[in-house]
C-alpha cells in the first residue's frame, strides 16, 4: 500500500532536526491516556498518544457538522480500481462499500475482517477455491436502486481494464485468472459485458467465487477498495475516478484535483443496512496545500481536524506542536518502511555489488535523523518485511548490520563492494525522490552526502508525487531519466507477506504504468516463494515462507530499507471516536470519526 504526502521548502529539511529531537524525547517519555496532559496549551485535546491503540473522545461523537481534512497531497485517484495510496483506501469507505471491509476497531483487531455488504464472512467450499456471498437486504447506490452482485461483480472486473485504469492492486485479477484469458468488461464480447467466468451471479443477492487454485488470502483481497461495487450505466471509464458513484453513507458533491474534495450525505443510505458504517458528520471537506508547513499551521490552528495523509506532521509543524500542543498528538507505529531502492535496468545497478556499495556506504542514524529521528521517524529498518506482518523478524534480522557495526556507514566495505562491481573510482547517479515533502528530500539529501563520501556522486531529481505513476511507476522513464535510486514507502496492502511483498517483489508485478517493482526483481527462486506460500494453508507454513522470501529480498541487496516507521500524526479538539488501526497502518480510522460540536 503506497502512502503519499507531499511537503514544501527543502530548505526546512534540517533547520528544525535539533530542537524536535529533543522535543521527542519528551513525547516519547511523556504521559499517555486520557489523563489530560496537554504539554502546552491546548484545550479539550484527549491527552498524548490518547488515540494511539485505542478509542479517545468515543461517547463525544455527535451526529452533524463538517468534518475538515487537509492534505498535502490529492490521491492518486478517488476511482475504487485505480487508487493505491493508504489514505485513499481509508477515505474511500466512505463512498463506497466492499463485501467485507476492515473491523472499526483500534489497534491490531482493525486489520480482521467483517461482513460490509454481505451478510457474513465467505461460506468457502471445493477445498478453499470457492467463496459464496449472500448481500444484504437494503443496500442501495446513491439513487435508491439496490446494489446486486452484478454490480460487485462488474467493480472486480474493472481490474482487468489495466489498459485504461492502472495504478490499483492486482491480486483478484492474478488468482481469479492466471492464464490472462478475460479481457476486461471494456473489450468484452458478452452482451451484459459480465463474461468472467471465476464470478458467478445466480441471482442478484449471490456473488460465487470460482478459483482456479485455492489462495489462503483470497478474503483479504475481497476487503480492499478494488472490490468495491461499480454500476456499469454509472461507469465513466478514466473519468470515473472524478466523481465515483456512490454506494456508501456519502457522496461527492464537488472535486477540484489539487484542490478541494466535499462530500455529502447520500440520503438514499440506510443505517439498517450498514454495520460498518455510523455517519456522523452532516459534510466532508478536503482541502489541498501544496506546501505541508502551510498544511501543519492549518491544523495548529484549529481550521482544520486532521491531515488526510497521515503520514505525520513535517518538521517545523511538529516542533511547534510537541512545545505547545502535546494532548493533541499521537505517535503510532506504522506497518510501513521507508526505503531506497535500486532500477536494475540502470546501471551500474544492474550489479548486486554496486547495489551494497550504497548500502554499506549510507549513514544509517543520519536517515533515521532526516526522517525525524527514533520517535517521529522510527526504528532503524534492517530488513524489508515490516514488524506487523507475520515472518518478520524485526530488528533481529540485519544481514548489513544496519543497525549494529555499520549504522554510521562503512566506508571499507562500501569500497570493497565498488571494486568487486567495477567501479573502484565510484560513479555518477541520479536520486528520484517526491518533490514537496521536506522529510522525503531530506533523507535523499542524508543519503547523497553519505555516498560522496565513498566517490558516488548523487544529483537529486524531484518529481510531482501526484504523478508517482506515471513518472517512478513507468519502467521506461525510470530508465531514460536515468534513476538509479528511488526513494519510497510500502505498507501492507494486508497483513501478510503475499499483502506487503508481492507488488514489490513477484516478477509478475513489473507493470508498464503503476509499476511498484521498481527494483524490476526478477528472481525464480522468491516468484517460486510466492507460489508455494499461497496454496500453503497452515500459518505456521505461512510464516515460515514469509521469513524465507525477506532473506532472499535482502541478500538480492535490492533495497536499502531507512526505518520502520513511527509518525506524530494531529486530531483537533474537536475531533472525536478517534482512534489508529493496524487495518490502515497506523492511520486513524476515518470511516466513524465525529465531531464533539457541529462546527
Known amino acids: 500500500m503506497t502512502t503519499q504526502r507531499t511537503s514544501g521548502r527543502r530548505k526546512q529539511a534540517f533547520a528544525a532536526v535539533a530542537a524536535v529531537a529533543a522535543l521527542l524525547t519528551t513525547a516519547a517519555c511523556g504521559g499517555g491516556g486520557d489523563d489530560g496532559d496537554n504539554g502546552g496549551s491546548s484545550t479539550g485535546a ?95 447506490w446513491e439513487d435508491g436502486k439496490p446494489i446486486t452482485s452484478k454490480d460487485v461483480k462488474y467493480g472486480i472486473e474493472r481490474v482487468w481494464a489495466q489498459d485504461v485504469l492502472s495504478g490499483g492492486p492486482v491480486y483478484l485479477k492474478d488468482v481469479l485468472d492466471p492464464k490472462g484469458e478475460y479481457k476486461g468488461p471494456y473489450k468484452d464480447t458478452s452482451p451484459d459485458k459480465l463474461g468472467l467466468k471465476a464470478i458467478e451471479t445466480p441471482d442478484d443477492k449471490t456473488v460465487v467465487f470460482k478459483l482456479p487454485t485455492a489462495n489462503s488470502d483470497f478474503e483479504e483481497m475481497l476487503g480492499l477498495i478494488s472490490a468495491s461495487p461499480v454500476r456499469q450505466d454509472k461507469d465513466t471509464k478514466s473519468k470515473y475516478g472524478l466523481h465515483p458513484f456512490s454506494s456508501g453513507p456519502y457522496k461527492f458533491q464537488s472535486y477540484s484535483p489539487g484542490k478541494d474534495l466535499t462530500l455529502v450525505r447520500n440520503t438514499e443510505w440506510k443505517q439498517a443496512s450498514d454495520p460498518i458504517r455510523k455517519a456522523y458528520p452532516d459534510k466532508i471537506t478536503v482541502q489541498f496545500f501544496s506546501d505541508a508547513n502551510q498544511l501543519d499551521q492549518r491544523l495548529l490552528n484549529g481550521d482544520l481536524d486532521l491531515d488526510i495523509n497521515q503520514t505525520g506532521m513535517s518538521p517545523q509543524g511538529r516542533t511547534t506542536a510537541l512545545k505547545q500542543h502535546k494532548a493533541n498528538l499521537d505517535n503510532p507505529v506504522s506497518g510501513y518502511i521507508r526505503y531506497a531502492t535500486f532500477p536494475q535496468s540502470v546501471a551500474p545497478f544492474n550489479n548486486a555489488e554496486c547495489r551494497k556499495a550504497v548500502i554499506y556506504g549510507a549513514d544509517h542514524v543520519s536517515l533515521q535523523t532526516a526522517r525525524g529521528g527514533p520517535v ?87 518529481f510531482d508525487g501526484s504523478q508517482t505513476s506515471g513518472i517512478i511507476g513507468s519502467p521506461e522513464n525510470v530508465k531514460k531519466k536515468g534513476y538509479g535510486i528511488i526513494i519510497m514507502g510500502w505498507g501492507p496492502d494486508f497483513p501478510t507477506v503475499q499483502g506487503f511483498g508481492m507488488p514489490l517483489w513477484d516478477s509478475k508485478y513489473i507493470l508498464e504504468s503503476g509499476n511498484n517493482n521498481f527494483s524490476l526483481i526478477k528472481d525464480k527462486t522468491i516468484d517460486g516463494l510466492f507460489d508455494d506460500y499461497i496454496t500453503t494453508l497452515d500459518d505456521a507454513g505461512k510464516t515460515k515462507i514469509a521469513t524465507e522470501i525477506n532473506h532472499k529480498v535482502m541478500e538480492g541487496a535490492y533495497y536499502l530499507p531507512f526505518v520502520f516507521e513511527k509518525f506524530i500524526n494531529w486530531r483537533s479538539d474537536n475531533l472525536a471516536n478517534v482512534y489508529t488501526t493496524d487495518g490502515y497502518s497506523g492511520m486513524y480510522d476515518f470511516v466513524n470519526l465525529g465531531l464533539k460540536s457541529a462546527k
Open 46 to 140: 484527549a491527552g498524548f498518544d490518547a488515540a494511539n491503540n485505542k478509542v479517545a473522545q468515543a461517547s463525544a461523537a455527535k451526529k452533524g457538522g463538517t468534518l475538515k481534512f487537509g492534505g498535502a497531497q490529492d490521491a492518486d485517484s478517488w476511482d475504487t480500481t485505480r487508487g493505491y495510496y493508504g489514505f485513499m483506501w481509508n477515505f474511500a469507505r466512505y463512498y463506497s462499500r466492499q463485501l467485507v471491509t476492515n473491523k472499526t476497531e483500534p489497534g491490531k483487531a482493525g486489520a480482521e475482517l467483517a461482513p460490509d455488504l454481505a451478510t457474513g464472512l465467505a461460506k468457502v467450499t471445493d477445498d478453499g477455491k470457492t467463496y459464496t456471498y449472500t448481500l444484504r437486504d437494503g443496500v442501495t
Open 376 to 462: 517521529a521517524g522510527g526504528d532503524i529498518g534492517t530488513n524489508m518485511l515490516p514488524p506487523s506482518v507475520s515472518g518478520s523478524e524485526g530488528q533481529k534480522y540485519d544481514p548489513y548490520e544496519i543497525a549494529g557495526a555499520n549504522k554510521s556507514g562503512n566506508a571499507t566495505k562500501a569500497k570493497e563492494a565498488l571494486k568487486a562491481c567495477g567501479k573502484p573510482n565510484g560513479f555518477s547517479t541520479t536520486i528520484a525522490v517526491r518533490n514537496n515533502k521536506p522529510v522525503e528530500v531530506a533523507t535523499a539529501q542524508s543519503l547523497q552526502a553519505s555516498l560522496k563520501k565513498i566517490g558516488i556522486n548523487a544529483q537529486i531529481d524531484q
